[in-house]
């Protein structure tokens, strides 16, 4: 396989979008809309928890779903465990999601945008019991 052949592959073309979002111990997230450009194919969120409360305290994570399927993951997630970022294993109504982090971490995912609809209606929450009907947000692509 030839240098050239490399340049042409279909990931040299990918276009990663860094975003970045921070939580409190005030169950709070910084931003309540996330927009992401239509040419993104590829997102890495940085989650960073800005508070001094133990995970196991004042956890939190950043979950994606359609907005029809945030609730009900959220609801089934408060029956999951730590271990498990409180949300149901291998849901496909889980678009991407971190971990669990406590005050003073950080986490990070990346996932692909191919899942997403342009114009599609997404909601972002933390699904640490309790949190998601206050740590919420929509998410916009394209």
Not at 100 to 108: A, F, K, Y
Request: proline share 3%.
């Amino acid at each position: 396989m030839g240098l050239g052949m490399m340049v042409l592959a279909p990931s040299a073309m990918a276009r990663v979008c860094a975003v970045s979002i921070d939580s409190t111990d005030q169950m709070t997230f910084s931003s309540k809309q996330i927009t992401l450009a239509a040419d993104c194919s590829e997102v890495e969120l940085t989650l960073r928890h800005a508070g001094k409360l133990a995970v196991t305290a004042m956890g939190h994570n950043w979950v994606l779903t359609r907005t029809a399927d945030y609730q009900p993951v959220a609801m089934a997630g408060m029956r999951g465990s730590l271990a498990d970022s409180y949300l149901p294993r291998n849901d496909a109504r889980v678009l991407a999601h971190t971990k669990v982090i406590g005050g003073g971490q950080s986490t990070r995912v990346r996932f692909s945008t191919r899942q997403l609809e342009k114009g599609g209606d997404y909601t972002f929450f933390c699904s640490f019991p309790g949190h998601f009907a206050m740590m919420k947000g929509k998410l916009v692509f394209g």
